[in-house]
């Protein structure tokens, strides 16, 4: 018999202000993070693309961490998001963090053993259950498409029936028929989010919760309207609002990413900061376009952006 229905909602992969000089602004990032949670929308922190989290050195995703804590937990769901370990000890030291800093849970990213080696099943097997075993904060499994493999379907129904602090599946492939397989596999045992606007209305017809955005750095209340108007049943808004949001995304994409959202927050006077090298801001033309587009879409206002 299937599972209850469950909560739908959106998380923002949020980015990691820097200084000018590259260090980290932790005044800067406090003020993203209140606006954040200001609009209701789930974050994740110290993420390996919106979050640069592959410049942070171990002292710094944990200070991120901790700010994470002070600004959002009680407000709305915050969790830390990390980048894609090599061994399992990474991602059990992430979780022992996880625990000590209080957040709401930690995201386990998919082994990237470098090289371009891509380990068999008998290997994310082991390596799943290393982590699991170990750690004791809730935990969302991350199937992503950047190591150049995704979990069998039969492996994350697995890790799911066997160890209760899984809490939920991320799922960023292109694969739509892979994404229903496992939205119908774990069957609202846990929640499944999508990563990227792109397949958010796929997913969510499928039965999936909601979807993992960048552009929520920009808009978190359009992406929050989205899942709104979804969970309320009024068609014609999730489609106007998803429109929007894909038009961000676009926009963004155009821009150069997280780059471009950076700047595009600096000159709209929002705390964005800077990248830190090896990444460079975006030429200034792109950014003027990334603006134009959040302008048009009504996105600002006389109090600045939603």
Request: with cysteine; glycine share 12%.
């Amino acid at each position: 018999m299937p599972n209850e229905p469950r909560d739908l909602s959106t998380f923002v992969i949020s980015i990691t202000p820097f200084t000018e000089s590259g260090d980290l602004d932790e005044a800067g990032l406090r003020v993203h993070l209140q606006r954040l949670g200001r609009s209701g929308v789930g974050v994740y922190v110290a993420g390996s693309g919106s979050g640069e989290g592959y410049t942070l050195t171990l002292p710094e995703r944990r200070r991120v961490m901790e700010i994470a804590g002070e600004e959002l937990s009680g407000l709305v769901p915050v969790r830390v998001m990390g980048v894609e370990p090599r061994t399992a000890a990474e991602a059990i030291e992430l979780g022992r963090v996880t625990t000590e800093v209080g957040l709401d849970a930690m995201q386990l990213y998919s082994l990237d053993m470098g090289h371009g080696y891509r380990p068999r099943p008998a290997e994310l097997e082991t390596y799943l259950t290393e982590v699991l075993d170990a750690v004791t904060c809730p935990v969302v499994i991350s199937t992503h498409q950047s190591v150049g493999y995704r979990y069998p379907v039969e492996l994350l129904t697995s890790m799911v029936d066997r160890y209760e602090h899984v809490i939920g599946v991320n799922i960023t492939s292109p694969d739509i028929g892979y994404l229903a397989a496992a939205i119908e596999a774990v069957d609202g045992a846990v929640d499944v989010h999508v990563g990227g606007p792109m397949h958010a209305l796929t997913a969510l017809a499928l039965g999936a919760q909601g979807f993992l955005s960048s552009e929520g750095n920009i808009a978190p209340q359009l992406c929050a309207a989205l899942i709104v108007a979804h969970a309320s049943g009024r068609p014609d808004d999730v489609s106007a609002s998803f429109t929007r949001v894909m038009r961000l995304f676009r926009a963004t994409q155009a821009a150069g990413g997280i780059v471009g959202t950076k700047a595009a927050l600096r000159h709209l006077g929002a705390a964005g900061g800077w990248p830190r090298s090896p990444r460079l801001t975006s030429a200034e033309a792109k950014v003027d376009a990334l603006v134009e587009v959040i302008v048009d879409l009504g996105l600002v206002s006389s109090e600045g952006l939603d």
